[in-house]
C-alpha cells in the first residue's frame, strides 16, 4: 500500500472538514453576533451571504446547512426553526447549485440565488404566523425582502472576497 496517497487522502478530508467546521462557525458567529437583526418578521441575517459560497463547491452545502441548524437554537422560534430552517436551507442550496450549474456568469448565478432564497422564505413566513399568528402574506413579504437586502450586501462581499481568494478550492 503506498502510504504517501493515505497521508494525501488524509490531509484532504482534514483540509474539507476544517472548511467546513469554520464555514458553519462562521455562519452561527455573525448569526448571533446580529441576532437582535437575525430573527423575527422583520430581519436582515447578514450570514445568509455564506449561502453563495454553496456555488462555489458543494462542500459549503453542508457547512451552510449545519450552521442554520446551529444558529437556530438561538431564535425565538427554535422549536420550528431548528428542523424547518434545516431542511429548508439544504434543500434550496441543492436547487440553486442545480439552476445555476450551466452559467458562467458569477454575477447572474448570485442575482438568481438571491431571488429564489427570497422566495422561499415563505418557510420563515409560514413559522411565524404559525407560532405568533403574524399575517403570512405580510410576513412573508418582509422576511422576503430582508432576505433579498441581505443576500445583496453578502453577495457584494463574496463575490469581491472569490476575486481575492479562489473560493472553489
Do not use: H
Not at 422560534?77 to 439552476?99: E, H, M, Q, S, Y
Not at 399575517?135 to 437586502?149: D, I, N, Q, R
Amino acid at each position: 500500500m503506498n502510504t504517501s496517497s493515505v497521508k494525501d487522502s488524509s490531509r484532504t478530508s482534514v483540509t474539507e472538514l476544517t472548511k467546513t467546521a469554520l464555514v458553519a462557525a462562521l455562519y452561527v458567529a455573525v448569526t448571533v453576533l446580529l441576532s437582535v437583526i437575525s430573527f423575527g418578521a422583520v430581519q436582515l441575517r447578514l450570514s445568509e451571504m455564506f449561502n453563495y459560497l454553496a456555488l462555489y463547491n458543494k462542500r459549503y452545502v453542508l457547512a451552510v446547512t449545519l450552521g442554520v441548524v446551529l444558529a437556530n437554537f438561538m431564535s425565538p422560534t427554535w422549536i420550528l426553526d431548528v428542523p424547518i430552517g434545516g431542511i429548508a436551507t439544504f434543500l434550496v442550496l441543492i436547487l440553486c447549485r442545480r439552476v445555476t450549474k450551466n452559467i458562467t456568469n458569477d454575477l447572474v448565478k448570485m442575482v438568481i440565488t438571491a431571488l429564489i432564497f427570497a422566495i422561499s422564505m415563505f418557510t420563515v413566513a409560514g413559522q411565524l404566523t404559525i407560532l405568533y399568528d403574524l399575517p403570512f402574506w405580510a410576513t412573508w413579504f418582509t422576511v422576503g425582502v430582508g432576505e433579498l437586502l441581505s443576500m445583496t450586501v453578502g453577495g457584494m462581499t463574496i463575490y469581491l472576497l472569490n476575486k481575492k481568494i479562489d473560493l472553489s478550492k
